[in-house]
């Protein structure tokens, strides 16, 4: 990594970026609620990304995936309702890892090169590309039609005579057929439409395990009954059947790893995901995003990513990792770049916001990871998570403002935002599978206040409300400061205990810390409650005083956001500045 500015992932779920209908009707199809398409993104829609203040684009949903629609004029066979989550399906039951979606092509037929189209459109503006890598799981229908001449697509060679062998890229219930669970709670696939008899259905005999790990025939209606679970050297006991890394390998670089695997057999599921890892590293993706990571062995992602490094030194490679006891291991052992930051700083953050905890919580946070704190990427919204503007988290995304400075300035590691969080969107809509809240992956819906940012594809905010416009506005001009800065890559100091100590009507609503580097210094503070400004001195402690050589005398130091100016007072090794600070109101002060 080694980069000496903070890096910023703007997370994108490509169908629905640049889809402009807004019918959004439940359960509606691709023809009635509309999708959007790769060549969407434009060279102008790009651009204003970049100029969000954004160095890195994941697009999600790329790889192709089960889906209803009927492309098999193109050569690609149809998908069966029931183990299809949503109209549009699931980009987490993939199909054809060596293929993308053929939705989000203008021509089926090309979707291939439209995509490598965006690869290129994405690269000329500044930006890196990240696609997800599912490892593992892939959709019950898994058929790998585009995998290159001389592999073989998962499953091929499987010996589906027992549960368990090393090289069988599934688990199997032998003598089993695999049947639908048993629908409830009002569930029917696609709404309950009437569908032919004609439609495809699903054989699998015998049945594999499914995603989750369950090793029912039947799968429970709320396990992931669309996916199947794929074999690691893991087996049915929970022993392993690969060798496992030296206990002092967690300090070694990837060149160490990659030359430990290079002498070893692995399993056979290791091997055909690296070469898709490298398939996509060969077309120009830029890094990847893993889905449930922890649900893979740590010595897999060892011998991927050190594959993966191999080729491409800078590639970025982030992950859902939820255990934090486990952080450690997938980070030196596994060779992740980056983790989500989600059990202890985003539900901390969350807290917070919804008027349910002290800012207090948040240095604690940050002081236990201190050692890892570069590797945990923060974000306040992604595809599984709740928007912000959502009744069932803040109800209202002006609240998100002192945790997104918080999340884009206290540590090193890079932060995320979500399309359309920078315009408030709430994900009200009632979209068929998916529910409110949630902005759902898994139909074909609109996304109304990003629609207004998308304008008809002007790409311009011309339909925002001056509420929605003054959110992006804030959102660019954090994510730009954020990018640009030394001071963010160098050294902190939490500075919220010193003034609970020393400040009068400083309190546990408010956040500050320090940043600098050699070149830059900064004061922090945000108030994170909703309804309240507060006024008081905050104070620097005085080895802060000394590490910036501050003499005695006046300074002006200047908010980064809006350029509000400050007087920093020094006097016998002691610093202060008066705050006024109001609700929900930030300050990035520049100390010069």
Request: charged fraction near 25%; aromatic fraction near 14%; include cysteine.
């Amino acid at each position: 990594m080694g980069q000496n500015k903070k890096q910023v992932v703007y997370h994108v779920f490509t169908r629905l970026f640049g889809n402009t209908n807004t019918t959004n009707k439940p359960w509606g199809t691709i023809e009635e609620n509309g999708v959007g398409k790769f060549s969407d993104f434009s060279k102008m829609a790009l651009q204003e990304i970049k100029n969000l203040g954004v160095t890195h684009i994941w697009y999600t949903g790329v790889p192709h995936h089960a889906v209803i629609n009927d492309y098999t004029q193109y050569g690609i066979s149809n998908d069966d309702p029931d183990v299809v989550k949503g109209r549009a399906g699931s980009p987490y039951a993939v199909k054809d890892y060596y293929d993308v979606n053929p939705d989000l092509a203008k021509n089926p037929e090309n979707r291939l090169q439209e995509f490598k189209n965006l690869i290129s459109r994405t690269h000329k503006v500044g930006l890196k590309v990240i696609i997800d890598i599912v490892p593992n799981h892939v959709a019950r229908n898994y058929e790998g039609k585009s995998t290159p001449e001389g592999q073989e697509p998962f499953g091929a060679s499987d010996d589906t005579s027992v549960e368990y062998h090393r090289d069988n890229n599934f688990y199997y219930i032998p003598g089993t057929p695999f049947q639908v669970p048993e629908w409830r709670d009002g569930y029917l696939p696609l709404g309950g439409e009437d569908r032919d008899e004609s439609d495809y259905k699903l054989v699998e005999n015998p049945a594999k395990w499914t995603g989750n790990g369950s090793r029912l025939a039947q799968p429970d209606f709320n396990d992931w009954y669309e996916t199947v679970k794929i074999n690691y050297g893991v087996r049915p006991d929970g022993s392993y059947d690969f060798d496992i890394l030296p206990d002092d390998f967690g300090g070694k670089d990837f060149k160490a790893h990659f030359e430990f695997w290079n002498e070893r057999s692995v399993p056979d599921s290791w091997v055909k995901f690296k070469d898709i890892a490298l398939y996509w590293i060969e077309m120009g993706v830029d890094g990847f995003r893993y889905d449930m990571a922890e649900m893979v062995p740590v010595e897999f992602w060892s011998y991927m990513n050190s594959n993966i490094k191999m080729k491409n030194p800078e590639a970025f490679l982030m992950a859902e990792v939820y255990n934090p006891n486990e952080y450690r291991n997938y980070i030196f052992r596994g060779k992740m770049d980056y983790l989500y930051d989600k059990v202890e700083m985003y539900d901390s953050l969350k807290g917070i916001m919804q008027g349910n905890g002290w800012t207090d919580h948040i240095p604690v946070i940050k002081n236990g990871t201190k050692d890892i704190e570069h590797h945990l990427l923060h974000f306040l919204e992604n595809h599984d998570e709740q928007r912000i503007a959502s009744p069932d988290f803040a109800g209202d995304a002006e609240k998100g403002k002192p945790a997104m400075v918080v999340s884009a300035t206290m540590t090193t590691a890079p932060v995320m935002i979500y399309f359309g969080q920078e315009v408030g969107e709430p994900a009200a809509e009632n979209p068929g599978f998916g529910s409110p809240t949630r902005t759902s992956i898994f139909d074909y819906i609109g996304v109304p206040h990003h629609q207004r940012w998308v304008n008809n594809k002007k790409f311009d905010g011309g339909q925002l409300s001056d509420k929605e416009s003054a959110l992006r506005d804030f959102y660019q001009r954090l994510l730009t400061f954020t990018i640009n800065s030394c001071a963010l890559m160098g050294a902190y100091q939490d500075i919220h205990f010193y003034n609970k100590d020393h400040t009068e009507y400083y309190n546990h609503h408010v956040l500050s810390y320090v940043r600098w580097s050699q070149n830059e210094k900064l004061i922090i503070i945000s108030n994170f409650d909703a309804n309240d400004w507060f006024g008081f001195e905050l104070k620097l402690p005085e080895n802060i005083v000394h590490e910036w050589g501050l003499s005695d005398g006046e300074y002006i130091i200047t908010d980064a956001l809006y350029g509000v100016e400050k007087t920093l007072i020094v006097e016998n090794g002691s610093a202060q500045v008066r705050i006024d600070i109001n609700p929900l109101e930030s300050f990035i002060f520049v100390v010069k």
